[in-house]
Protein backbone atom coordinates (compact mmCIF):
# COMPACT_ATOMS: atom_id res chain seq x y z
CA UNK A 1 0.00 0.00 0.00
CA UNK A 2 1.32 3.68 -0.77
CA UNK A 3 1.87 5.76 2.08
CA UNK A 4 -0.16 8.98 2.39
CA UNK A 5 2.72 10.97 1.42
CA UNK A 6 3.87 9.22 -1.38
CA UNK A 7 0.27 9.62 -3.48
CA UNK A 8 0.98 11.70 -6.48
CA UNK A 9 -0.45 14.55 -6.82
CA UNK A 10 -2.98 15.19 -10.09
CA UNK A 11 -3.52 17.91 -12.00
CA UNK A 12 -7.32 18.25 -12.39
CA UNK A 13 -10.43 21.06 -13.53
CA UNK A 14 -13.69 21.17 -12.39
CA UNK A 15 -16.27 23.45 -13.47
CA UNK A 16 -19.60 24.87 -11.69
CA UNK A 17 -21.81 25.66 -14.93
CA UNK A 18 -24.87 28.20 -13.61
CA UNK A 19 -28.23 29.04 -14.99
CA UNK A 20 -30.45 31.84 -14.21
CA UNK A 21 -33.54 29.59 -12.60
CA UNK A 22 -37.35 30.97 -11.37
CA UNK A 23 -35.84 31.39 -7.87
CA UNK A 24 -32.01 32.81 -8.36
CA UNK A 25 -28.63 31.37 -9.76
CA UNK A 26 -28.78 27.76 -10.29
CA UNK A 27 -25.51 25.59 -10.58
CA UNK A 28 -25.63 22.17 -12.22
CA UNK A 29 -24.09 19.07 -9.69
CA UNK A 30 -23.76 15.37 -9.97
CA UNK A 31 -23.27 12.50 -7.76
CA UNK A 32 -20.67 10.68 -7.84
CA UNK A 33 -20.85 6.53 -8.29
CA UNK A 34 -20.49 5.12 -4.64
CA UNK A 35 -17.68 2.84 -6.18
CA UNK A 36 -15.41 5.65 -6.90
CA UNK A 37 -11.94 5.39 -5.58
CA UNK A 38 -12.38 9.17 -4.59
CA UNK A 39 -15.10 10.50 -2.92
CA UNK A 40 -17.85 8.18 -3.26
CA UNK A 41 -21.26 9.20 -3.19
CA UNK A 42 -20.53 13.05 -2.79
CA UNK A 43 -22.29 15.64 -4.92
CA UNK A 44 -19.82 17.43 -7.13
CA UNK A 45 -19.10 19.77 -10.04
CA UNK A 46 -18.36 17.96 -13.33
CA UNK A 47 -14.94 17.18 -13.81
CA UNK A 48 -11.77 14.81 -13.22
CA UNK A 49 -7.89 14.55 -14.50
CA UNK A 50 -6.24 16.19 -16.90
CA UNK A 51 -5.18 14.25 -19.89
CA UNK A 52 -2.29 13.78 -21.34
CA UNK A 53 -4.15 15.26 -24.86
CA UNK A 54 -6.09 18.15 -22.78
CA UNK A 55 -2.19 19.64 -23.43
CA UNK A 56 -1.46 18.88 -26.77
CA UNK A 57 -0.56 21.84 -28.89
CA UNK A 58 -2.20 21.20 -31.64
CA UNK A 59 -5.62 21.71 -29.69
CA UNK A 60 -4.40 25.83 -29.64
CA UNK A 61 -6.38 26.42 -32.40
CA UNK A 62 -8.94 24.68 -31.89
CA UNK A 63 -9.68 26.90 -28.94
CA UNK A 64 -11.31 30.23 -28.53
CA UNK A 65 -9.97 33.15 -27.38
CA UNK A 66 -7.11 31.44 -25.42
CA UNK A 67 -4.03 30.28 -26.04
CA UNK A 68 -1.28 28.63 -23.79
CA UNK A 69 0.46 31.78 -22.98
CA UNK A 70 -2.22 33.64 -21.83
CA UNK A 71 -4.25 30.75 -19.83
CA UNK A 72 -1.19 30.14 -18.37
CA UNK A 73 -0.56 33.74 -17.00
CA UNK A 74 -4.02 33.81 -15.72
CA UNK A 75 -3.72 30.70 -14.16
CA UNK A 76 -0.26 31.64 -12.69
CA UNK A 77 0.96 28.56 -14.06
CA UNK A 78 4.53 28.98 -16.16
CA UNK A 79 3.25 27.02 -19.32
CA UNK A 80 -0.01 24.06 -19.69
CA UNK A 81 -2.25 26.11 -18.62
CA UNK A 82 -4.43 25.85 -21.65
CA UNK A 83 -4.63 22.51 -20.65
CA UNK A 84 -7.07 22.65 -17.72
CA UNK A 85 -9.17 24.90 -19.42
CA UNK A 86 -9.72 21.78 -22.18
CA UNK A 87 -10.43 19.10 -19.31
CA UNK A 88 -12.71 21.29 -17.25
CA UNK A 89 -14.81 21.51 -20.84
CA UNK A 90 -14.12 17.96 -21.95
CA UNK A 91 -15.12 16.51 -18.29
CA UNK A 92 -18.39 18.75 -18.78
CA UNK A 93 -19.21 17.16 -21.86
CA UNK A 94 -18.22 13.28 -20.55
CA UNK A 95 -20.22 13.86 -16.94
CA UNK A 96 -22.95 16.26 -17.41
CA UNK A 97 -23.18 15.81 -21.27
CA UNK A 98 -23.27 19.46 -21.98
CA UNK A 99 -20.89 21.09 -24.77
CA UNK A 100 -18.94 23.92 -24.45
CA UNK A 101 -18.14 24.35 -28.06
CA UNK A 102 -19.23 26.43 -31.38
CA UNK A 103 -19.68 25.80 -34.58
CA UNK A 104 -19.65 28.45 -37.59
CA UNK A 105 -19.03 30.68 -34.57
CA UNK A 106 -22.30 30.07 -32.46
CA UNK A 107 -22.55 28.14 -29.26
CA UNK A 108 -23.68 24.42 -30.35
CA UNK A 109 -26.88 23.51 -28.99
CA UNK A 110 -27.82 19.95 -30.67
CA UNK A 111 -25.73 18.51 -28.37
CA UNK A 112 -27.79 15.07 -28.94
CA UNK A 113 -25.55 15.00 -32.53
CA UNK A 114 -22.49 14.57 -30.66
CA UNK A 115 -23.75 11.99 -28.42
CA UNK A 116 -21.50 9.47 -29.80
CA UNK A 117 -18.53 11.38 -29.19
CA UNK A 118 -19.66 11.66 -25.23
CA UNK A 119 -19.56 7.58 -25.39
CA UNK A 120 -16.42 7.31 -26.86
CA UNK A 121 -14.86 9.80 -24.77
CA UNK A 122 -15.51 8.67 -21.94
CA UNK A 123 -14.65 4.94 -22.92
CA UNK A 124 -11.21 6.52 -23.97
CA UNK A 125 -11.61 5.40 -27.35
CA UNK A 126 -11.12 8.82 -29.13
CA UNK A 127 -9.71 12.53 -27.79
CA UNK A 128 -10.79 15.78 -27.84
CA UNK A 129 -8.58 16.97 -31.02
CA UNK A 130 -10.57 14.44 -32.89
CA UNK A 131 -14.02 15.48 -32.13
CA UNK A 132 -13.01 19.27 -33.05
CA UNK A 133 -11.67 18.15 -36.82
CA UNK A 134 -14.33 15.46 -37.22
CA UNK A 135 -17.36 17.78 -35.92
CA UNK A 136 -15.42 21.25 -37.28
CA UNK A 137 -16.12 22.69 -33.61
CA UNK A 138 -14.07 25.16 -31.29
CA UNK A 139 -14.41 24.56 -27.68
CA UNK A 140 -16.08 27.56 -25.81
CA UNK A 141 -13.26 27.94 -23.28
CA UNK A 142 -13.00 32.03 -23.30
CA UNK A 143 -16.26 30.82 -21.25
CA UNK A 144 -14.75 29.53 -18.26
CA UNK A 145 -14.37 32.00 -15.66
CA UNK A 146 -11.69 30.63 -12.97
CA UNK A 147 -12.95 30.52 -9.51
CA UNK A 148 -10.43 28.71 -7.51
CA UNK A 149 -7.72 26.20 -6.67
CA UNK A 150 -7.89 23.67 -4.07
CA UNK A 151 -5.40 20.99 -3.81
CA UNK A 152 -5.97 17.13 -1.50
CA UNK A 153 -4.74 17.27 1.73
CA UNK A 154 -2.30 14.07 2.84
CA UNK A 155 -4.54 10.81 3.61
CA UNK A 156 -6.59 10.14 0.52
CA UNK A 157 -6.12 7.65 -1.70
CA UNK A 158 -6.02 9.89 -4.27
CA UNK A 159 -4.66 13.39 -4.29
CA UNK A 160 -5.59 16.43 -7.02
CA UNK A 161 -3.75 19.71 -7.16
CA UNK A 162 -7.40 21.06 -9.15
CA UNK A 163 -8.56 24.43 -10.90
CA UNK A 164 -12.17 25.66 -10.20
CA UNK A 165 -14.15 27.12 -12.86
CA UNK A 166 -17.50 28.47 -13.25
CA UNK A 167 -18.99 28.45 -17.09
CA UNK A 168 -22.74 29.70 -18.68
CA UNK A 169 -24.95 26.74 -19.41
CA UNK A 170 -24.91 26.69 -23.01
CA UNK A 171 -28.14 27.09 -24.55
CA UNK A 172 -31.04 24.61 -25.28
CA UNK A 173 -28.84 21.99 -24.03
CA UNK A 174 -30.12 19.25 -21.50
CA UNK A 175 -27.46 18.03 -19.20
CA UNK A 176 -27.77 14.07 -18.01
CA UNK A 177 -25.07 12.37 -15.75
CA UNK A 178 -22.80 9.74 -17.83
CA UNK A 179 -24.45 6.61 -15.72
CA UNK A 180 -20.38 5.33 -15.48
CA UNK A 181 -18.74 7.85 -13.30
CA UNK A 182 -21.72 9.86 -12.15
CA UNK A 183 -25.20 8.69 -11.43
CA UNK A 184 -27.20 11.76 -10.73
CA UNK A 185 -27.74 15.30 -11.59
CA UNK A 186 -29.49 18.00 -10.78
CA UNK A 187 -29.78 21.75 -10.96
CA UNK A 188 -30.07 23.06 -7.67
CA UNK A 189 -29.61 26.41 -5.63
CA UNK A 190 -26.34 27.15 -3.95
CA UNK A 191 -28.02 28.05 -0.74
CA UNK A 192 -30.68 24.58 -1.08
CA UNK A 193 -28.03 21.61 -1.66
CA UNK A 194 -26.18 23.66 1.49
CA UNK A 195 -28.88 23.40 4.02
CA UNK A 196 -29.22 19.51 2.17
CA UNK A 197 -25.76 18.98 3.14
CA UNK A 198 -26.46 20.54 6.75
CA UNK A 199 -29.27 17.98 7.18
CA UNK A 200 -27.09 14.98 6.31
CA UNK A 201 -29.20 14.65 2.78
CA UNK A 202 -26.12 15.24 0.27
CA UNK A 203 -22.56 14.93 1.04
CA UNK A 204 -20.16 17.50 -0.30
CA UNK A 205 -16.26 17.40 0.16
CA UNK A 206 -15.26 21.05 1.62
CA UNK A 207 -13.89 22.30 -1.91
CA UNK A 208 -17.34 22.02 -3.59
CA UNK A 209 -18.59 23.24 -0.11
CA UNK A 210 -16.55 26.41 -0.75
CA UNK A 211 -17.74 27.23 -3.94
CA UNK A 212 -21.41 27.06 -3.07
CA UNK A 213 -20.62 29.11 -0.39
CA UNK A 214 -19.18 31.53 -2.71
CA UNK A 215 -21.93 31.13 -5.35
CA UNK A 216 -24.55 32.61 -2.55
CA UNK A 217 -23.25 35.93 -3.21
CA UNK A 218 -24.25 35.69 -6.87
CA UNK A 219 -28.22 35.95 -7.83
CA UNK A 220 -27.83 36.18 -11.40
CA UNK A 221 -25.30 34.37 -13.91
CA UNK A 222 -24.07 38.36 -14.96
CA UNK A 223 -23.39 38.73 -11.29
CA UNK A 224 -21.17 35.96 -11.29
CA UNK A 225 -20.03 35.91 -15.30
CA UNK A 226 -19.84 39.88 -15.54
CA UNK A 227 -17.83 39.96 -18.93
CA UNK A 228 -20.63 37.32 -20.44
CA UNK A 229 -22.47 38.36 -23.08
CA UNK A 230 -24.69 38.21 -26.12
CA UNK A 231 -24.43 34.20 -26.14
CA UNK A 232 -28.49 34.14 -25.55
CA UNK A 233 -30.62 32.88 -22.62
CA UNK A 234 -29.49 29.30 -20.76
Same mark, same amino acid.
Given at each position: @??????????? #????????????????????? #????????????????????????????????????????????????????????????????? @??????????VTDVDRYSAHRDALNAGATGVLEMCIEESITLAVDLLMPFGHWITPVG????????????????????????????????????????? #????????????????????????????????? #?????
Open positions: @MTAPEAVPIRE #AATVAVVRDGDDGLEVFMVRR #AIEAVFSPGAHVFPGGALDPEDRLGALEPWCDGLDDTTASSILGVPHGGLGYYVAAARECFEEAG @MLLARRDGALPPRRFDTRFFVAPAPPHQDPSHDGWETTEGLWVRPVDVLAA #ADRGEVDLIEPTRHTLNALTDYDRVNDVLPNEV #AEGPS
